[in-house]
Structure formats: structure tokens, C-alpha cells
């Protein structure tokens, strides 16, 4: 798969994730259709471990963090789907913190990948830094919610429309062949690209 190709998946993943996770949470919110919604939420948990899977192998070992990030997010999520199937009142707690927590593990993940986004020359300067500055923004709102201040809403806003841009951007264009001024970025060790 070529590098442009990889990154419209992972365009595609990115904005998918945002449909499967809140319909997902939606519909597990109504007793008669928490299993519809907890299906989503797998699915959204499968989504977002591809994301890190197919980063890794765009990037090589600099989306080793990212990967992992990416991999405790979708386990953590899962963690929450199997609360949300108890249907316990005790819960719904559980399904909250193991919610902040993956967000939490996604944005540390995300920092070195934005980093290495821009020293690939893979995306503009402008839309890495908004994706550090959005992921670092989300792991302290994650943080916050954990010790009880309700401000992980807000602070997840700059993360998530830096996932929405830069979805909607990788679905349209991909990631391009020739990052940066015209030098081509060579293929991870190890991995190639067949086009």
C-alpha cells in the first residue's frame, strides 16, 4: 500500500471513529439498544488500534508511542464496553474513568506522533502544532476529569477538531508521496511500499 493510500485508511479511521464511538455511546445509553451501541463502540476500538497500526507502519518506529497510545485507548474503551454491558448502576463510573483514562493514554501517545508528522514534513507546521497543542490539551482535560474537575469536554475540543481536519484532509488527499520541499521521505527499514 502506498504512503498515500495508507494515510486516506487512516483519514477514513479517523473520521469513522468519531461516528462509531458517539453512536455508539448513544444508542448504549437506551436498554433497549445497548448492545447495538456496544457493538459500535467495539468497532470504534478496532478503528482506533488500526489507526496506530497502520501509523506505525507509515512512520516506523517514530509512531512506536503513538502506536501504543493508540492500542491502550482501544483497550481501555473496550474495558468501558464491558461496563456498559453490566448495566450495573456502579458503572457508569467505570465507564467514565476508563473513558479518561484512554484519553489520556491517546493524547501522550499523539504528541511524538505530531511530532513526527512535521519532521517528516508529512503535514503542515501549522496543523502539527495544532495537533500537539490539541493532544496535550485532551491528556490534561483527562487528567482534570480524573481528580473530579468537569473540564474534560471542553479541553478535548482543540484534540478533536485537529482529528477532524486532519481525517477530512488525509481522506481527500492522503499523504503525500513527496513530503515537505520535495525530498522524498525513504520507506521505514523494513517496510515497502507497493504501489
Not at 463510573?93 to 513526527?116: E, N
Not at 482535560?141 to 474534560?152: D, F, H, Q, T
Not at 479541553?155 to 488527499?173: I, K, M, N
Amino acid at each position: 500500500m502506498s504512503t498515500r493510500t495508507i494515510g486516506r485508511v487512516i483519514g477514513m479511521l479517523f473520521l469513522s471513529a468519531f461516528v462509531l464511538y458517539g453512536g455508539g455511546a448513544a444508542l448504549a445509553g437506551s436498554a433497549s439498544t445497548v448492545e447495538a451501541g456496544a457493538v459500535l463502540m467495539v468497532a470504534n476500538c478496532v478503528a482506533v488500534a488500526t489507526i496506530g497500526v497502520l501509523a506505525l507502519r507509515m512512520l516506523g518506529t517514530d509512531a512506536v508511542p503513538y502506536l501504543v497510545g493508540r492500542v491502550g485507548e482501544a483497550l481501555l474503551l473496550a474495558v468501558g464496553v464491558v461496563f456498559v454491558l453490566l448495566r450495573a448502576p456502579v458503572t457508569d463510573a467505570a465507564v467514565d474513568y476508563s473513558y479518561q483514562v484512554a484519553m489520556l493514554s491517546l493524547g501522550i501517545g499523539s504528541i511524538p506522533f505530531c511530532v513526527a508528522l512535521r519532521r517528516g514534513g508529512l503535514v503542515p507546521y501549522w496543523l502539527a502544532m495544532w495537533g500537539l497543542v490539541g493532544y496535550a490539551v485532551l491528556a490534561l482535560g483527562a487528567v482534570a476529569e480524573i481528580l473530579g474537575y468537569a473540564v474534560g469536554v471542553a479541553l478535548s475540543v482543540p484534540g478533536g477538531l485537529f482529528e477532524l481536519t486532519f481525517g477530512a484532509l488525509l481522506l481527500v488527499r492522503g499523504l503525500p508521496l513527496r513530503p515537505g520541499r520535495g525530498s522524498r521521505r525513504p520507506e521505514p527499514a523494513g517496510i515497502a511500499s507497493v504501489a
